[in-house]
């Protein structure tokens, strides 16, 4: 398989460097003010990390549009989608991106979680991660003020009503960095329909009910998903499948920074960037108060194929999952590619179809077909049965009738487009060594194919080769350029691997390059 070129963000780290995830050693409010800590907020820190990672990417000669796509190296979408969303985060917008699914919004939305600063000051033993500087410094309780229980742990008497940030003593303020993680600075919540209030703003706990005694003390608390992401980043996957009640206690997060529990006397804070989801059907679910808090992003799927071929390159790494051939996994990619453009609707039963998880679901069935049958390199047959076990995967099942229709018409498409695909994707493939390699030169291709048939029935003149002797010197040539491309791993060997493509080759490209053929995937 191609190996992915795009600049990626490993590097990002030596640039801004994360402290390390080790215990940090305690501090105070008092010393952090003498450092000169200044607070901010999760859309302010988002921002300036991702402003200071794409300055670290130009600084090593990226342009603007590779370093915007260099921040996403886990997912391959159009440029222009990243841009959108790089230029939302920076204008301190919350997101809900939608569009088909499996175009990739889930994995875009961890993405921005990867990207999010993780370390921060916090009070120890605080449920909601508040700033020591929250409680001793006017200005900044104004911006984000103190929970409940930090504000009577700091107030004369434990008194809530006596809190006052310019009487606590910031030398008595203990301070300690931690690194932000699920459930401490971030959240993740699954819409559906069963997730009530109590799932965002939180439960009682019981233990802790038995001990203090009183069910509306905010000590009681078990924090939600709200206030599990204060200080950091909410993702909410299919936030049209949220009950209207569920999403106003959302809304009252994005209007005020605060959420209050239905059996609580007090507000907490929850300020997060949200990160939301969803996909078409469930656009109209989402209320508008709410909807109009969030910037919408459509992500649809990639149209370019060398985009959709990366996805699978990433999907299914061939040296750990098992070699397939380039030429099977590059016909796959265009059936789905050709089943979005052609057979693609509104019917909700076959929307997963066309999904980039089926397009990693081909490589995947196409090589367990071919493990099932004992065959250490897949055969076209194995893509034929993989396509049509992937794609059928994917039908919504509602029952057994429709099922039954969706899988005719799913396997009429294969039947018919099959061999197209196959045969674009072996002249591609031809076309692609006939240039870089033979440099157009028609003899030696006509003597490269001459010694391939030769070798494709005669295991003795395979093993002769294999030997390193002075025979086929073209073919030998060819064994080279599949195994520096595709990186056959063992059990299979690069003169297997090299066998497997010419014999795709010889049954579906006709060994011709058309004019004006071009390399779409390199």
């Not at 301190?92 to 370390?119: I, M, R, V, Y």
């Not at 303020?173 to 699920?182: G, T």
């Amino acid at each position: 398989m191609v190996t992915p070129t795009r600049p990626d963000v490993a590097e990002q780290t030596a640039a801004n460097p994360v402290p390390s995830a080790g215990p940090a050693r305690p501090t105070t409010a008092q010393e952090l003010k003498l450092k000169g800590v200044v607070p901010e907020t999760p859309v302010e820190r988002f921002r300036g990390e991702i402003l200071r990672l794409l300055e670290a990417l130009r600084a090593r000669g990226l342009s603007r549009e590779e370093a915007t796509a260099s921040l996403f190296a886990g997912t391959v979408l159009p440029l222009a989608t990243y841009e959108d969303v790089v230029t939302s985060i920076v204008s301190g917008a919350h997101l809900l991106l939608f569009g088909p699914s499996g175009a990739g919004k889930t994995s875009l939305a961890k993405e921005l979680w990867g990207l999010f600063p993780k370390t921060a000051w916090v009070v120890p033993g605080c449920p909601v991660l508040d700033h020591p500087l929250s409680v001793v410094d006017p200005a900044v309780a104004r911006r984000t003020p103190p929970c409940p229980i930090c504000q009577r742990r700091f107030a004369p008497q434990n008194e809530v009503g006596l809190f006052d940030p310019t009487r606590a003593d910031p030398a008595q303020v203990p301070a300690i960095q931690i690194r932000l993680r699920e459930g401490f600075g971030f959240a993740r919540l699954q819409g559906s329909s069963e997730v009530f209030p109590d799932h965002l703003t939180g439960n009682i706990n019981l233990r802790r009910l038995e001990e203090i005694g009183d069910p509306m003390s905010p000590l009681v608390l078990e924090p939600g998903k709200l206030l599990q992401a204060n200080r950091g980043l909410l993702l909410v996957d299919e936030i049209g499948k949220l009950p209207l009640g569920t999403q106003n206690v959302l809304l009252q997060a994005l209007q005020e920074g605060t959420v209050t529990p239905s059996k609580s006397r007090e507000s907490f804070p929850a300020n997060f960037v949200a990160v939301c989801t969803s996909n078409l059907s469930d656009l109209d679910n989402i209320n508008d108060p709410l909807s109009d808090r969030l910037t919408s992003l459509h992500v649809s799927f990639n149209t370019r194929h060398a985009a959709n071929r990366r996805i699978v390159d990433l999907g299914y790494p061939g040296a750990t999952e098992g070699y397939l051939p380039e030429i099977l996994v590059d016909a796959g990619v265009r059936l789905i590619e050709t089943w979005r453009l052609k057979a693609s609707d509104d019917n909700p039963d076959v929307g997963e179809v066309g999904s980039n998880r089926t397009l990693l679901d081909v490589a995947h069935r196409s090589r367990a077909y071919a493990v099932l049958a004992g065959r250490g390199v897949p055969s076209e047959e194995d893509l034929t049965r993989g396509l049509l076990h992937a794609m059928r995967g994917r039908i919504r099942a509602r029952s057994g009738d429709s099922f039954l229709q969706n899988s005719q018409r799913i396997g009429e498409f294969v039947e018919h487009h099959a061999p197209e695909v196959l045969r674009q994707s072996a002249l591609v493939y031809w076309c692609r060594y006939f240039r870089s390699v033979l440099r157009e030169d028609r003899a030696e291709g006509q003597a490269l194919v001459a010694e391939g048939r030769r070798l494709l029935p005669d295991a003795a003149l395979r093993a002769e080769l294999a030997s390193d002797g002075p025979n086929f010197p073209r073919f030998r040539a060819f064994v080279a350029f599949v195994r520096d491309r595709e990186h056959p791993a063992a059990p299979v060997t690069p003169l297997e691997a090299a066998m497997a493509e010419f014999a795709l080759l010889d049954r579906f490209s006709l060994f011709s390059c058309e004019e004006g053929t071009e390399d779409d995937v390199r």
